[in-house]
Nanobody, 122 residues
Framework: QVQLVESGGGLVQPGGSLKLSCAAS????????MGWYRQAPGKERELVAR???????NYADSVKGRFTISRDNAKNTVYLQMNSLKPEDTAIYYC????????????????WGQGTQVTVSS
């Protein structure tokens, strides 16, 4: 089994910073792309940022220049550094990972974390 566990969410004032972490564990041979999504109340889940195994990144336009995604392959962990936070960044943030279970198959399986709440408010 595979688990993704997020941490680092919380309440922060506008203009503040938070750093989210997501650690994957379990039966993992390798991890391809890892990403962060978010879902605000009454809205659909949207991509925030993602990073490939070769460290290629892409971001939603709304967070470019403010958020930075990174990963530590030795720890199977992905991070999201969020700076200059705005009230509209308030959402539940979910991480995901596309991974292989064994060396015998190239099939990728997507797993999700349980989510962590980020609230930006004064």
């Amino acid at each position: 089994q595979v688990q993704l566990v997020e941490s680092g969410g919380g309440l922060v004032q506008p203009g503040g910073s938070l750093k989210l972490s997501c650690a994957a564990s379990g039966s993992i041979f390798s991890i391809d792309t890892m990403g962060w999504y978010r879902q605000a109340p009454g809205k659909e889940r949207e991509l925030v940022a993602r990073i490939t195994s070769s460290d290629s990144t892409n971001y939603a336009d709304s967070v470019k220049g403010r958020f930075t995604i990174s990963r530590d392959n030795a720890k199977n962990t992905v991070y999201l550094q969020m700076n200059s936070l705005k009230p509209e960044d308030t959402a539940i943030y979910y991480c995901n990972a596309d991974l292989r279970y064994t060396s015998r198959s190239y099939t990728l399986y997507r797993h999700w974390g349980q989510g962590t709440q980020v609230t930006v408010s004064s």
